[in-house]
């Protein structure tokens, strides 16, 4: 299908080779502000992350808790649009080449963006995640057009089977299963459900499949890490993030990243 | 212009717009809707029981008036009113909560939410909800709070919990973000009803349907009043519930101009203002595809009306088909002129009129012109003005206390 191997595919690869777990970690850009963005991306990294998932803000992100919510209004404060993210982007891939980046954000602001977003993958872009578009939506029919760009979709605990069938064939790089009923940052957990979901999901994909929305501890890295391929974590890092805002010391924030990473691979 | 009644599609589109631009969560939610209200809308006993709701609960059907006094001041056509002003409650959502109300027991739901920004849809609900002792929450911009606070105080009578919303601009649009974020966490037990032709398929045509029983009895009262349709039939635009519920029915009469009005704010070359027909470009905001108020990055811009029901930033995705398909035409007209015309309304017809309401008022302004002393121009009197009694009294410089 003339479909492109990116960096994504690439880190996968050699994840499913060490039957390694993937840590992505999820930061909104320009919260404080795009300089500090590019220094917690390279901490993050060396911290133990993988991929990152840069939050593109929105002036209504409706699948976000009041943790990422506000991060989006500070960003958005900060004039922070996506050509901004792309030049920060291209700024990280001055020192780093491998680790993937992942945009995610709404469908509004790619969409304003059609046009740049087909030069996104230039700059060092590997993949969108939109949360706000049906799981099984084709890039293209909705007027992004990059093959360079993988799609990630999210697969909730109410979908339903035969659309998990159809998600899965419309997504590449990886699946990311919504642990909870809920905003980001919500705290309903159900790690038995979630396995089943998870193992049927698997049943229908070769795709990794990630979990994601409310991972908070290590303990809950843990346990999500023993039933899936690797976790996202976003509302807590925010959260410090915002509480480092004036000092901007990220000391903290590494540690417990690391000890993040150390969970997956206990 | 062909099949605009047949629509949406089964996607949920009305030509390019509409759809289900939504977090995964509540995908399987609306196809749940999607179905059981395909099963019940034509359902003999499921009809009968919104009938009897909309007669005996409700006051329908509400009478067509002749505003004789407000004829002869623009001594142009006979102008006649729709008075949606006399439902229970006050105001035309009253038509969309009691038919909703009905699917989401059928549905087995125990909690209901909405959003509210003149707070007409959240006593509506909360009305409803009563009926039927159901738990009910309400969000509700903290702005509009502030400026609907005869509302808030009604529906709290009501038993609904009332939720001031903070975020972003603290209007309706961010009361549907807020109810959304409730609905993905609560999406089990909760029924949202949603009270415009707005958000994802299949809530457009849900709400539409449920109100079109407006634009049916205008069919038959017109035909029996002054024996012919309408020449023209004006309803104000925010959402578009009422203006979509007036002019469904007529859709195929080609002979009936259908005119929108939008709210014009502080003056549409001000910027602020909430007229995403007039002074928008086609986006995606909570579920839908449509005509919208937003910067050149996709952000959506702070809207600006004197009505806190008109004070939104989008509009029903079936507006914006009719706006490009040329069906229906949309004007705006400002918060001065939506005060005159409160106040000629008022001072002409004893009819004191909601403020979005207004607006459809104020439009004769701008059309009464066009139209010979033997037509005949409906007004869609969408809702009443005690609850704005408030607003009108500041903005004249007046104190009620």
Request: hydrophobic share 40%; proline share 4%.
């Amino acid at each position: 299908m003339g479909y492109l191997l990116t960096r994504l595919d690439e880190k996968i690869l050699s994840f499913n080779k060490t039957s390694k777990k993937a840590l992505v970690a999820y930061l909104v850009a320009g919260d404080p502000d795009l300089d500090s963005t590019l220094e917690l991306m390279h901490g993050f990294v060396s911290a133990g992350v993988d991929i990152l998932e840069i939050g593109v803000p929105f002036t209504d992100p409706i699948a976000e808790g009041p943790i990422i919510q506000a991060a989006h209004d500070r960003a958005l404060k900060n004039n922070t649009s996506l050509n901004n993210i792309f030049q920060l982007v291209e700024r990280f891939r001055e020192k780093n080449t491998d680790t993937p980046i992942i945009l995610m954000g709404y469908i509004n602001t790619f969409l304003a963006n059609a046009e740049a977003l087909k030069e996104a993958h230039q700059s060092g872009t590997d993949a969108v995640l939109i949360v706000d578009i049906p799981g099984e939506s084709n890039l293209e029919d909705l007027g992004i057009k990059n093959e360079h760009l993988a799609s990630i979709s999210l697969i909730a605990p109410t979908t339903s089977e035969d659309r998990i069938g159809k998600i899965c064939n419309s997504s590449s790089g990886f699946i990311y299963y919504v642990t909870l009923r809920g905003v980001t940052g919500s705290s309903h957990l159900n790690i038995q459900e979630a396995e089943s979901n998870i193992n049927y999901i698997r049943s229908q994909t070769s795709l990794p499949v990630f979990a994601g929305f409310g991972i908070k501890t290590p303990d809950d890295a843990f346990n999500l890490s023993k039933i899936s391929d690797g976790i996202v974590i976003g509302s807590s890092l925010v959260q410090m993030i915002h509480e480092q805002s004036d000092q901007k010391e990220y000391k903290k924030i590494y540690n417990y990243l690391h000890e993040m990473a150390e969970a997956i691979s206990r | 212009m062909n099949n605009l009644t047949d629509l949406p599609n089964p996607d949920g589109f009305f030509g390019d717009y509409g759809g289900k631009f939504v977090p995964e969560t509540l995908m399987h939610a609306l196809k749940e809707l999607d179905e059981i209200y395909a099963k019940l809308k034509n359902n003999p006993e499921f009809i009968e029981e919104i009938d009897q709701d909309l007669v005996q609960f409700v006051g329908r059907p509400s009478p067509l008036y002749f505003a004789k006094r407000l004829t002869d001041y623009y001594s142009g056509p006979q102008i006649w009113l729709k008075r949606e002003d006399l439902n229970h409650t006050g105001a035309h959502k009253i038509n969309n909560t009691v038919g909703q109300i009905l699917l989401a027991k059928a549905m087995g739901k125990k909690r209901i939410i909405a959003e509210t920004g003149a707070g007409q849809h959240g006593v509506a609900t909360a009305t409803v909800a009563a009926r039927l002792g159901l738990e009910c929450h309400i969000y509700m911009g903290a702005a509009d709070v502030k400026r609907q606070s005869l509302n808030v105080y009604r529906i709290k009578l009501l038993g609904a919990k009332v939720h001031a919303v903070d975020s972003g601009t603290a209007t309706l649009k961010d009361a549907l973000n807020e109810a959304m974020r409730d609905w993905v966490t609560n999406i089990e037990d909760t029924y949202y009803i949603i009270g415009s032709v707005t958000g994802p398929h299949p809530y457009p045509m849900i709400v539409r349907d449920f109100n079109a029983i407006v634009g049916r009895e205008l069919r038959k009262q017109s035909m029996e009043q002054f024996m012919q349709y309408p020449d023209a039939i004006v309803a104000c635009v925010g959402g578009g519930s009422n203006a979509m519920g007036i002019f469904y029915p007529f859709l195929e009469e080609s002979n009936v101009d259908l005119i929108g009005v939008e709210a014009a704010g502080s003056g549409l070359m001000s910027g602020k203002h909430a007229a995403p027909l007039n002074d928008g470009e086609p986006g995606i905001l909570h579920g839908a595809k449509s005509y919208l108020m937003q910067d050149e990055n996709g952000q959506v811009v702070d809207t600006h009306s004197i009505s806190a029901g008109l004070d939104y930033p989008g509009v029903g995705p079936e507006h914006s088909n009719l706006k490009d398909s040329g069906r229906a035409n949309y004007i705006a007209v400002d918060d001065d002129e939506v005060l005159s015309s409160f106040h000629l309304v008022t001072k002409l017809e004893g009819i004191m009129p909601a403020l979005e309401t207004a607006h459809a008022f104020a439009a004769l302004e701008h059309i009464a012109k066009n139209y010979k002393s033997n037509q005949h121009v409906v007004i869609n009197v969408s809702g009443r003005g005690d609850k704005d009694i408030n607003t009108v009294a500041t903005m004249d410089g007046i104190s009620l206390d």
